[in-house]
């Protein structure tokens, strides 16, 4: 029956995605061809035969609307175009080899602040307005509030350059390389999910279920693992959702201090350059990602708290 | 100093004997940054700075740079200048190969020539071969490709046709667009032969390009580094962590700001040399106040103090610029403004005294907006030239600033902008890539300004030749200073971090530095 309820409230949510999806595509294409210059525009302006030859070249000499639906009837077969930036690259090319490197970062960061996090704001909660909480809670503060591209460089200084004992940055998928990014993403989210995890612990805590699960007598552990651990943590999984799109589609602050090829620098780049095709090949897999993502939280979220059950709509 | 002498022992040994094991027992690997990803690795395609670099290490061209960036002989092995410099007739080596081990011949030039003027190929750079016979007519569609001035006499000798004599063209031979393309190798530029010293061994986008020697270049027994690396980053201060780290051996720049610091602890590592580039501010000269006056041209010119500029605003080694061909070319004295032999003091007392004839005063403030794009170096050259305008002529200064792609579209159209950024870093060491940009009627000409005497001028460099047309051009350029159009404000600089154990990286104007040059003279500690 659950089952059932949750492959119908599947198929309703991925019909939901198509009209989504076209929303964001037609936003995200009329958005970046209103914005003044084009992809061809540089310091040394083109002889206009080239420059004609060049949009024949693209088609950007065809009106607006045809352009449009050129390019949707194109990515209806999957074919995100060519790249205007990185002439040598489709655009499905860039996002293929862009994307494992973030998603692994982005990955392993989101795992490294939930396990880290979780950890952290149970016990500032468990130990309530002593010296641990406020340590801990203020260390998670300073995580929150000290920006990425500052503890990044320092990292790096005291790492690699004085210490000598992992790489500047750069990308090889050795482990190596891996450490600094991830812990430099993954530091302000643990601050997040452990603020996030202290206080539903906190409010877990002085419910009733617990008191009644104490008062049968049973062990402290038991009651934190079994009974208050699931509740506790809905919150940071429905805040894990959008969390994960956003770590695992990469970071441009941390792909140009680490010099990762990952998907971040696209979006920026891409924007800046007004290559047109990466653009919007990145902020549709973009959409797609968070979509995916939010119906994978909607499942666990379903799993973890008993009063969400999908079949009741039917 | 035992190694050293031992190596460059070595070093001798392999050239005479060319024997495979001395250059394995001397195998090093050179590690160069890159500046951004290049925007591709085809010929026909390559822009940037980046893809043009690593072109030059993989293929090359009729004419190629020598250690100090002076153009020489490269797959041609001479030529003859015929018809008064219209002409040109060159013998190709006859051991120039591509990396398959087929010999290139004169009929890979006129292929490839052919593809760059094709309207489906849209080559962005085919407008530097633009003084080749034919060659705007085939750009504009009115000409068959194969009227192109380019002819294969035999499978070693090619003949070019210019339209004008065009003494830069031997050094257009030296860029990318200009090169031979294999017959099979039109649509992969990754895995087609190549025929300079290196060939392309991998590529990770955004992360490295290994290149390998290639046992086929002409001249591979000269080539020492055994691989490069290169690595594309785009943050200067991300590649500057990573030299210091010892991961790379060169950098493709220094991060802003950080001069001083490297100039204390990195001085032997640290190189700073002029680069064929002049920024100036350029002036819109359809905005009336602007293009009525020269004379508040050549005040607003006169009331910038360039030593503070260069020294206390910039500071990385960038020198005071009156000209707008900046100096370092060949038998060119740039023309600068005269009054840059006057002092500073002397000269903001001129520039107070016609502005006044001008009919500008402080009683009645002069408004003008400066345009610039986003980055930290031009804001601060804004916000200094604001303050000494309006320091010493009393102009007040509405500073503007604009995301790159906004300010290029908005200099380009000259329609709202009035005092804008600008400047060039030229394609070839000759002073009419700077001068042609003032030509009426040139698109790059964004001040709009048009003198008959200086197209005059401009007209009459193009057919005379040597030290006469050198003077010609020093007149046109003395006649654009005299109306300031632009006004220069300093030249650029290039700037490396190199270790010092490595030679054959000679600083040069153009700032061409070819891989196969590089030397390590002892070993790394």
């Not at chain 1, 990185?86 to 990955?107: C, H, M, Q």
């Not at chain 1, 602040?113 to 468990?126: D, H, Q």
């Not at chain 1, 090889?172 to 452990?194: E, F, G, H, K």
Request: aromatic share 10%; hydrophobic share 45%.
């Amino acid at each position: 029956m659950i089952q059932e309820g949750i492959l119908r409230h599947a198929a309703t949510r991925l019909l939901g995605l198509i009209p989504t999806l076209l929303l964001l595509i037609t936003i995200a294409f009329f958005m970046i061809r209103v914005a003044p210059g084009g992809p061809f525009d540089s310091e040394k302006v083109l002889p206009p035969e080239i420059r004609a030859n060049l949009d024949a070249k693209y088609h950007l000499d065809e009106p607006l609307l045809q352009q449009y639906f050129r390019y949707l009837g194109q990515i209806m077969s999957g074919d995100f175009g060519p790249s205007f930036q990185y002439k040598d690259w489709t655009v499905n090319e860039l996002i293929a080899r862009g994307f494992p490197v973030s998603a692994t970062v982005g990955g392993l960061a989101m795992l490294l602040a939930f396990v880290l996090g979780t950890l952290i704001g149970i016990t500032a909660a468990l130990k309530q307005n002593t010296a641990t909480d406020y340590s801990v809670m203020g260390v998670a503060m300073l995580g929150i509030s000290i920006p990425n591209f500052v503890i990044a460089p320092l990292l790096i200084l005291g790492t690699a350059v004085y210490a000598g004992w992992l790489p500047a940055g750069g990308w090889d998928w050795s482990w190596q390389r891996m450490v600094l990014p991830v812990i430099t993403l993954a530091l302000p989210v643990i601050a997040y999910i452990a603020r996030l995890t202290r206080g539903s612990m906190i409010e877990v805590l002085h419910s009733n279920y617990i008191r009644t699960a104490r008062a049968k007598g049973l062990p402290e552990r038991m009651v934190i693992r079994r009974h208050a651990f699931k509740p506790a943590i809905l919150p940071v999984i429905s805040y894990m959702g959008p969390a994960t799109a956003a770590l695992i589609t990469g970071s441009v602050v941390i792909e140009r201090i680490y010099s990762i090829p990952g998907l971040g620098s696209y979006f920026v780049q891409g924007a800046l350059n007004r290559d047109y095709t990466l653009v919007m090949g990145v902020v549709i897999f973009y959409g797609i990602v968070i979509i995916v993502l939010n119906f994978i939280v909607d499942l666990i979220y379903a799993w973890l708290n008993p009063r969400i059950r999908y079949d009741e709509a039917s | 100093m035992p190694l050293l002498v031992k190596r460059l022992g070595g070093y001798i040994l392999c050239g005479l004997t060319l024997s495979l094991m001395c250059q394995n027992a001397l195998a090093f690997k050179i590690r160069r940054g890159l500046g951004p990803e290049p925007d591709s690795i085809h010929i026909h395609q390559a822009q940037g700075l980046a893809a043009i670099n690593l072109l030059r290490d993989l293929r090359e061209g009729l004419v190629t740079f020598d250690e100090k960036g002076e153009p020489v002989p490269g797959q041609a092995a001479s030529w003859q200048v015929l018809d008064g410099g219209r002409r040109y007739q060159f013998t190709l080596r006859p051991d120039a190969r591509w990396s398959n081990g087929d010999p290139v011949t004169a009929g890979d030039y006129v292929r490839a020539w052919r593809r760059a003027f094709t309207p489906e190929t849209a080559a962005a750079t085919a407008g530097l071969l633009k003084d080749v016979l034919n060659a705007n007519e085939v750009l504009q569609g009115s000409a068959a490709v194969e009227s192109l001035g380019i002819r294969a006499i035999e499978p070693g000798i090619l003949e070019i046709s210019l339209v004008e004599p065009a003494p830069w063209i031997l050094e257009i031979l030296a860029h990318p667009v200009s090169f031979p393309l294999h017959s099979e190798s039109i649509d992969n530029p990754l895995l087609a032969p190549v025929n300079g010293p290196y060939v392309l061994s991998d590529w990770t986008p955004r992360a490295s390009i290994r290149l390998d020697r290639n046992p086929q270049f002409h001249a591979a027994q000269s080539v020492l580094a055994d691989s490069v690396e290169y690595f594309p980053i785009e943050e200067p201060s991300a590649e500057l962590s990573r030299y210091r780290a010892g991961e790379l051996d060169i950098t493709e720049t220094i991060p802003a700001g950080r001069f001083g610091w490297l100039q204390e602890n990195l001085s032997a590592d640290l190189r700073v040399h002029p680069y064929l580039g002049t920024f100036w501010l350029g002036l819109n000269l359809k905005q009336p106040v602007l293009g009525h006056s020269r004379e508040l041209r050549q005040a607003l010119a006169l009331a910038i103090d360039r030593e503070i500029l260069s020294k206390k605003v910039l500071g990385a080694g960038e020198l005071p610029g009156w000209s707008v061909v900046p100096p370092g070319m060949q038998g060119y004295d740039p023309a600068k403004m005269l009054q840059s032999e006057l002092s500073q003091e002397e000269r903001e007392e001129m520039a107070v005294r016609i502005f006044g004839q001008a009919g500008f005063g402080r009683h009645e403030p002069l408004l003008l907006e400066l345009r610039y794009n986003t980055s930290g170096v031009h804001r601060r050259v804004a916000v200094a030239v604001a303050a000494m305008w309006k320091q010493v002529l009393g102009v007040n200064t509405q500073l503007v600033n604009e995301e790159w792609k906004v300010f290029v579209n908005n200099r380009r159209m000259g329609v709202v902008t009035e005092v804008f950024r600008g400047g060039w870093i030229a394609d070839f060491a000759d002073p009419a890539s700077f001068l042609d940009l003032f030509v009426s009627g040139n698109n790059l000409n964004s001040t709009f300004y048009g003198n008959s005497d200086f197209d005059m001028l401009m007209k009459s460099a193009q057919i005379s030749s040597g030290g006469t047309r050198m003077e010609i051009l020093a007149r046109a350029e003395a006649r654009l200073m005299e109306d300031v159009p632009v006004i220069p404000l300093y030249y650029y600089v290039s700037r490396h971090l190199v270790r010092p154990e490595i030679t054959g990286y000679v600083d040069n104007i153009r700032d061409v530095h070819l891989s196969r040059y590089l030397r390590l003279i002892t070993e790394k500690p």
